[in-house]
T-cell receptor, first 115, second 115 residues
Framework: DTEVTQTPKHLVMGMTNKKSLKCEQH?????MYWYKQKAKKPPELMFV???????INESVPSRFSPECPNSSLLNLHLHALQPEDSALYLC??????????????FGPGTRLTVL | AQSVAQPEDQVNVAEGNPLTVKCTYS??????LFWYVQYPNRGLQFLLK??????LVKGSYGFEAEFNKSQTSFHLKKPSALVSDSALYFC?????????????FGAGTRLFVKA
């Protein structure tokens, strides 16, 4: 299985809602990532998990809260978001966190709209 | 500072003609270079990478890239373009950051292949 899955595909939420994005991979990868991507722009790194521990937080606002319950799962909890947070949220994984030569495998993304 | 530049927002080619998508980089130390492709409303897909060795790297879907250390370039090429190659292409470099490696993406180049 060489796939990264993300649910839901689409999410519409109000600014007072609490929701979660889910990401799953069964490739045995030990690095997992959250990215935010605006239309026609490159992905922007948000968080990196290495061996289920948060290793990089790119100064992301606290209304985004990541969680890595086990080596296959990555969640992104959302609370009190702003309309400017509307974007495509991509999850990715790679084999070994300490190996810069490993390519990343991306999920299809969750299209988030904040009203 | 580590960076990647894709000088062309858009590249237009006719089907059957060769294509080139340009990328230049700036890194300290050994470069770990990647090309990813993104189709509409999808995540990124890995195409190929350069870590060390042969300067001509072959990847998926008939794509190849040439690493040129003196010109700090890593241009993506294909001998004969297909309409289905039309997509958004990102050049990327892995950079060491506090806590681990992050991927720095170029701004992206939109490729249009006309039938």
């Amino acid at each position: 299985d060489t796939e990264v899955t993300q649910t839901p595909k689409h999410l519409v939420m109000g600014m007072t809602n609490k929701k979660s994005l889910k990401c799953e991979q069964h490739m045995g990868h030990r690095a997992m990532y959250w990215y935010k991507q605006k239309a026609k722009k490159p992905p922007e790194l948000m968080f990196v998990y290495s061996y289920e521990k948060l290793s990089i937080n790119e100064s992301v606002p606290s209304r985004f809260s990541p969680e890595c319950p086990n080596s296959s799962l990555l969640n992104l909890h959302l609370h009190a978001l702003q309309p400017e947070d509307s974007a495509l949220y991509l999850c990715a994984s790679s084999q070994e966190p300490g190996s810069p030569g490993n390519e990343q495998f991306f999920g299809p993304g969750t299209r988030l709209t904040v009203l | 500072a580590q960076s990647v530049a894709q000088p062309e927002d858009q590249v237009n080619v006719a089907e059957g003609n060769p294509l080139t998508v340009k990328c230049t980089y700036s890194v300290s130390g050994n470069p770990y270079l990647f090309w990813y492709v993104q189709y509409p409303n999808r995540g990124l897909q890995f195409l190929l990478k350069y870590i060390t060795g042969d300067n001509l790297v072959k990847g998926s879907y008939g794509f190849e890239a040439e690493f040129n250390k003196s010109q700090t370039s890593f241009h993506l090429k294909k001998p004969s373009a297909l309409v289905s190659d039309s997509a958004l292409y990102f050049c990327a470099v892995r950079a060491l950051n506090t806590g681990g490696f992050k991927t720095i993406f170029g701004a992206g180049t939109r490729l249009f292949v006309k039938a």
